[in-house]
């Protein structure tokens, strides 16, 4: 496994964000999920909501949670590279929008929220755990914390043939690390095969989609001529290959005893 270079994220995140959203459709399905989920229990409080969001980066979830049911009456947003605010939805109808950029490991939060939401990204925090406290203690008592990410069982195909891949924490992890922090409402997690006409068609996939963000090595034409042999021999189904993700999904509340409960971790 290899240490997350965020920079370097950064830059492969840029280049795609062009294609993005047109790519992303395992973070699409993954948005759609989890806004059902949240709206399970944010509706209840028939108000609408200060929300955060984390890791926005072209505006996908942004769009979809403004278009469901959940009440949003200001909104934050929050992503690594800056120059994302350009780029997210012009017709955003709130009382206050903010846009917070950088790392949200490292900044000093506004708040209190009674949302904070994020999909897809938490997998590329380098402490989850510290972060979970940092969350919690952000939103208001009784304040709901949504997130998505992928597990353990995420992108298999590529970690058996090049040896690289992130360091997923499982379901049982988090949601262990949940439980200690406050009331966990929702979690389970999926496995969503996709299938791809040819090998190279995954890689651009990958590519389009920004999560070829930890790999920074070149390959030459014969390493490329390989993988693309060894893909399909491996992961071939009919007349075309597959990649396979592990999204996990939670949905937690904050209770009142929350900063007791993370200093007695």
């Known amino acids: 496994m290899q240490k997350i270079d965020k920079q370097f994220v950064c830059r492969q995140f840029r280049r795609a964000a062009a294609s993005y959203d047109r790519q992303a459709t395992?973070?699409?399905?993954?948005?759609?999920?989890?806004?059902?989920?949240?709206?399970k229990y944010t509706?209840?409080?028939h108000q609408a909501l200060s929300v955060l969001e984390i890791g926005c980066c072209t505006g996908l979830l942004t769009s979809k949670l403004l278009n469901s049911s959940i009440k949003v009456r200001s909104l934050a947003l929050n992503?690594?590279?800056?120059?994302?605010?350009e780029r997210l939805p012009q017709d955003i109808t709130v009382d206050k929008l903010s846009f917070?950029?950088?790392?949200?490991?490292?900044?000093?939060?506004p708040g209190p929220f009674d949302l904070i939401i994020s999909s897809?990204?938490?997998?590329?925090?380098?402490?989850?755990?510290?972060?979970?406290?940092?969350?919690?203690?952000?939103?208001?008592?009784?304040?709901?914390?949504?997130?998505?990410?992928?597990?353990?069982?995420?992108?298999p195909e590529i970690k058996e043939l090049t040896g690289v891949g992130l360091d997923y924490l499982s379901l049982p992890e988090i949601t262990s690390m949940l439980e200690k922090r406050c009331l966990l409402e929702e979690s389970h997690q999926d496995n969503e095969v996709f299938l791809f006409p040819k090998p190279r068609d995954v890689l651009n996939h990958l590519r389009q989609t920004g999560v070829n963000s930890i790999n920074r090595k070149p390959w030459t034409r014969q390493e490329l001529h390989s993988f693309c042999q060894e893909y399909t021999k491996k992961f071939?189904?009919?007349?075309?290959?597959?990649?396979?993700?592990?999204p996990l999904y939670f949905v937690a509340r904050r209770s009142h005893d929350v900063t007791k409960k993370s200093s007695n971790l």
């Open 26 to 39: 395992i973070q699409h399905r993954v948005a759609d999920l989890l806004l059902a989920l949240t709206a």
């Open 43 to 45: 509706n209840q409080q």
């Open 79 to 85: 992503d690594l590279m800056p120059d994302f605010a």
């Open 100 to 109: 917070l950029p950088g790392d949200i490991e490292k900044l000093t939060l």
């Open 120 to 155: 897809s990204t938490f997998h590329w925090l380098d402490d989850l755990e510290q972060t979970l406290d940092k969350l919690l203690a952000a939103l208001n008592p009784g304040g709901v914390l949504a997130f998505s990410l992928y597990g353990p069982d995420n992108l």
């Open 236 to 246: 071939q189904v009919d007349q075309a290959v597959r990649l396979t993700y592990n």
